[in-house]
């Protein structure tokens, strides 16, 4: 779909004033291009209220079924074989170095399996909906959309940990992730350029979850993509998981209680980006030195470059790292 079909689709669906706001986004996006401007906030939060307002309205009935259901989640048969999932569509064979390296990284400083998931090996680990494989064939949705149902589905079924492609493993993953019935990174520093974007960004991130095996959390948003994809053919918002993980966390009183026994945690994970690009090794070094193991990079950016036999990310850690034990 190109841009104007989704803006002509949000107008048809949600209402005119979303479309409008979803007009004013993409012209904030190019101001900001031109110029290096900030993100204006406003344009996006009022965007998120209409779209939250949207989900209640055609969604309300079916959100008051969940609200006092007790946990559905089963313990794993052994705690210490949970899996770690990341996706990679295209298979091993087309990973960036960049994703080796993360890869590398979580089998590092993680004491459980790590799975690779690719559109070949998906159907060995849970069954999806053809319907979904349909959409992303056809274009309806795009492979960031088509990876949020992957990861619903693959917690659902079998919980463990995932973690998108792109982030960047520096020290060891406590336990606690494990133990807890749901985890996401949460709490973390809100001081970066895409936040005034990402609904709830600095409270719940979808690019680093674990929850136990049928968790009433993860069943909830399967159910909740099964019955809006009956419904619509596309995504209204690119950031949908994160609308309905809020929704799951100010209406499921069991999720609302368990988000809440997460610790803040990964406080500094959307910051060592910049860091990097400006090659500011101070704030580099404070970064990954301080308590947070997990940092959201990106696969197309500048740092993902490989320089020599490894990508910028690492010969600047490493860098760092050499520097700090002299």
């Known amino acids: 779909?190109?841009?104007?079909?989704?803006?002509?689709?949000y107008g048809r669906h949600v209402s005119l004033g979303f479309a409008i706001k979803a007009i004013e986004g993409v012209v904030d996006e190019r101001i900001h291009r031109a110029t290096g401007r900030p993100y204006t906030r406003s344009i996006y939060q009022r965007k998120d209220a209409m779209f939250q307002k949207f989900l209640y309205k055609e969604f309300g009935d079916f959100i008051d079924q969940w609200k006092q259901r007790e946990e559905t989640s089963r313990p794993y048969k052994l705690q210490s074989q949970a899996p770690i999932w990341v996706l990679w569509l295209q298979g091993e064979r087309s990973l960036p170095a960049l994703v080796k390296e993360n890869i590398e990284a979580l089998r590092r400083y993680s004491h459980h399996p790590v799975i690779l998931v690719d559109a070949n090996n998906i159907s060995d680990y849970v069954d999806i909906p053809q319907r979904y494989f349909d959409l992303f064939k056809e274009g309806r949705i795009s492979a960031a959309a088509f990876s949020d149902v992957i990861r619903i589905y693959l917690l659902w079924r079998n919980g463990g940990l995932w973690v998108d492609s792109s982030v960047r493993v520096t020290n060891s993953l406590p336990e606690e992730i494990f133990d807890l019935p749901l985890w996401t990174i949460k709490g973390i520093d809100g001081d970066f350029l895409l936040e005034p974007k990402c609904i709830d960004i600095t409270r719940w991130t979808g690019y680093f979850l674990a929850a136990k095996p049928h968790?009433?959390?993860?069943?909830?948003?399967?159910?909740?993509?099964?019955l809006y994809f009956t419904r619509y053919d596309e995504v209204l918002d690119y950031l949908l998981i994160n609308h309905f993980a809020k929704i799951a966390r100010e209406n499921i009183a069991v999720v609302a209680q368990e988000y809440e026994l997460i610790p803040d945690n990964n406080y500094f994970c959307e910051m060592l980006l910049a860091a990097l690009n400006s090659e500011n090794m101070e704030l580099v070094r404070k970064y990954i030195d301080s308590s947070t193991f997990a940092f959201k990079l990106s696969n197309r950016d500048a740092t993902a470059q490989v320089i020599?036999?490894?990508t910028k990310v690492s010969a600047i850690i490493n860098q760092v790292r050499q520097q700090g034990n002299k």
């Not at 779909?1 to 689709?9: A, S």
């Not at 968790?215 to 099964?226: R, V």
């Open 308 to 310: 020599g036999d490894e």
């Open 215 to 226: 968790s009433l959390f993860f069943t909830f948003l399967k159910e909740f993509y099964d």
């Open 1 to 9: 779909m190109n841009r104007v079909e989704k803006i002509v689709g």
